[in-house]
């Protein structure tokens, strides 16, 4: 059985609150066998253009040498609602190929609408660990094209049970993440399998899940990255 590549769109380095250097953790990615990742550190109006900026710089590094797609991204964090679409635009402006949104988890107080403004904003792409997420939002994912993160993280992930039954039932896309912090939580494909058929899905969703999906967005990357 084909499960492709191990990528990973949501990690987070030094310039938010990770551990390390953007390319001492795309060099670690590079070293298990990755294919992609997204370093999409936490931003939301003091910092994003730093961050972005930064992000760049370090991606086009490894870019230019290295056998590792490193996408450029953000998650925009606990922000007011009504700001969530212009730092979403800001950071494609400057460059991000990714915006995720940091969901309602269940476990901070991440404030009530953010999953709806998420999914209502143009320029975000990636739900991250959105706890108990809507059946109407997940149907607005669907309708928006949206990907909605199964997520390995501890704490957050208490509700993937749930998501997955949701975007199943409303057909909205999902990805499985790690939301990285540290190098220990790095996990393998074969560990993001397991993690979508935990969550319930099928095999055959578990693999569009953690290989088609990721394949798609790397695709749609490439083709904005020419024009």
Avoid at 59 to 87: K, Q, S
């Amino acid at each position: 059985m084909d499960i492709g590549m191990r990528c990973d769109f949501h990690m987070h380095s030094l310039l938010s609150d990770g551990e390390l250097l953007p390319t001492e953790l795309a060099r670690r990615a590079a070293h298990l066998g990755h294919g992609a990742i997204a370093i999409t550190d936490h931003v939301d109006s003091s910092n994003l253009d730093f961050v972005v900026r930064g992000l760049v710089e370090a991606a086009r590094d490894v870019n230019a040498e290295w056998d590792l797609v490193f996408l450029v991204g953000v998650e925009i964090t606990h922000v007011p609602l009504g700001a969530m679409p212009r730092l979403a635009r800001r950071a494609k402006l400057l460059g991000a190929n990714l915006v995720v949104v940091h969901g309602e988890t269940p476990v901070e107080p991440v404030l009530e609408g953010t999953n709806r403004a998420a999914l209502e904003s143009e320029h975000v792409d990636i739900l991250a660990h959105p706890g108990l997420l809507l059946r109407a939002d997940a149907k607005l994912a669907a309708e928006t094209g949206k990907y909605v993160e199964i997520t390995a993280r501890p704490g957050h992930n208490r509700t993937n049970g749930h998501v997955a039954k949701v975007c199943l039932e409303e057909g909205a896309e999902m990805l499985v993440n790690t939301d990285l912090h540290s190098p220990s939580d790095f996990i393998s494909q074969s560990d993001a399998l397991l993690i979508a058929l935990g969550a319930g899905l099928s095999k055959d969703v578990s693999i569009r899940t953690i290989r088609d999906n990721p394949r798609r967005i790397l695709a749609d990357a490439e083709i904005h990255s020419r024009r």
